[in-house]
């Protein structure tokens, strides 16, 4: 059964970087196609970027100036970086897999989320 | 950018009843489309994708319909597990898009 589980830091100050990471459980993160995707508290949800199983990335126009995906494939781990944040970048950060039945753009397999707080 | 507008917002329902859902793209998707429902606290589980195919593991009584820039997701009989939030989203054109929601609710 193919897990996810993420971490990093919840609370940042305007202008520092935010930093996730989600490990893979059970499958190899060169394997598929990884995704993180971002909720704003009581808002809808936010595509922000995918890692591609060769190691591929391609971000959201929106962010793309300020987002790393990356992988470390010896951990079986991927991350975002996000930098300089502001208080617009508060949300919960979902890591999530790609589908490889339906399609790698569709979402099948979610961490737990962490929830991220940009404040001074 | 594909905007995805979900209606309506609050959908008031009892158990046992039909539940049906809308999501309208500013432009044709094709049948590039899925549907997600998430719970309080949790993340959102796949329900449909490519409009009409039920993910692994979801139960009949969930079906999704449209093609173009108009969408359904039909809740033929309402259980107490399925009031949550539900999410259109968009793979026809970069970047991926979401609708912002709609919530189903007693």
């Known amino acids: 059964q193919v897990q996810l589980q993420q971490w990093g830091a919840g609370l940042l100050k305007p202008s520092e970087t935010l930093s996730l990471t989600c490990a893979v459980y059970?499958?190899?993160?060169?394997?598929?196609?990884w995704s993180w995707i971002r909720q704003p508290r009581g808002k809808g949800l936010e595509w922000i970027g995918e890692l591609t199983y060769n190691g591929r990335t391609d971000y959201n126009p929106s962010l793309e100036s300020r987002v790393t995906i990356s992988v470390d494939t010896s951990k079986n781990q991927f991350s975002l970086q996000l930098n300089s944040v502001t208080a617009a970048d508060t949300a919960v950060y979902y890591c999530a897999r790609g589908s490889a039945v339906a399609s790698h753009w569709y979402f099948d397999l979610w961490g737990r989320g962490t929830l991220v707080v940009v404040s001074s | 950018e594909i905007v995805l507008t979900q209606s309506p917002a609050t959908l008031s329902l009892s158990p046992g009843e039909r539940a049906t859902l809308s999501c309208r793209a500013s432009?044709?998707?094709?049948?590039?489309l899925a549907w997600y429902q998430q719970k309080r606290g949790q993340a959102p589980r796949l329900l449909i994708y490519?409009?009409?195919n039920r993910a692994t593991g979801i139960p009949a009584r969930f079906s999704g319909s449209g093609s173009g820039a108009d969408f359904t997701l039909t809740i033929s009989s309402l259980e107490p597990e399925d009031f949550a939030v539900y999410y259109c989203q968009q793979r026809s054109r970069w970047p991926l898009t979401f609708g912002g929601g709609t919530q189903v609710e007693i």
């Open positions: 059970g499958a190899s993160v060169s394997g598929d196609y």
């Open positions: 490519d409009a009409s």
């Open positions: 432009d044709s998707v094709s049948n590039y």
